[in-house]
């Protein structure tokens, strides 16, 4: 099986930054796309950024700027860099990944979140 952890979530005020880490593990042959997306109480899930196996990046208007996505393949590794964050911004950030396992099967795998709270 494949797993995704999250970490590097909290407490920031307005204007400052954090750096998301997701992390793959399990029966892993090769990672596709990593992507973020993140969902605030009441309101839907929202796309937020992605970056492709070769490095290719998408990020959403509202993030476009501010935002960084990398990943690091030797880790299973994706981050999110985000600056200038505002409270609009606050939500739970949920790492996804499209993963090739060991046995050469493709499946799309979310992580559990780690919450963003941008507050004064």
């Known amino acids: 099986q494949v797993q995704l952890v999250e970490s590097g979530g909290g407490l920031v005020q307005p204007g400052g930054s954090l750096r998301l880490s ?6 892993i042959f090769s990672i596709n796309a990593m992507s973020w997306y ?22 959403a208007d509202s993030v476009k700027g501010r935002f960084t996505i990398s990943r690091d393949n030797a880790k299973n590794t994706v981050y999110l860099q985000m600056n200038s964050l505002r409270p609009e911004d ?3 950030y949920l790492c996804n990944s499209i993963v090739t396992s060991t ?7 979310w992580g559990r979140g780690t919450q963003v709270t941008v507050s004064s």
């Not at 993140?38 to 990020?59: C, D, H, L, M, W």
């Not at 046995?103 to 795998?109: E, L, Q």
Request: some cysteine; proline content about 3%; glycine content about 14%.
């Open 38 to 59: 993140r969902q605030a109480p009441g309101k839907q899930r929202e796309f937020v950024a992605a970056i492709s196996s070769g490095g290719s990046t998408n990020y």
């Open 90 to 92: 606050t939500a739970v």
């Open 22 to 27: 997701c992390a793959a593990s399990g029966s």
């Open 103 to 109: 046995g050469r099967s493709t499946s799309d795998y």
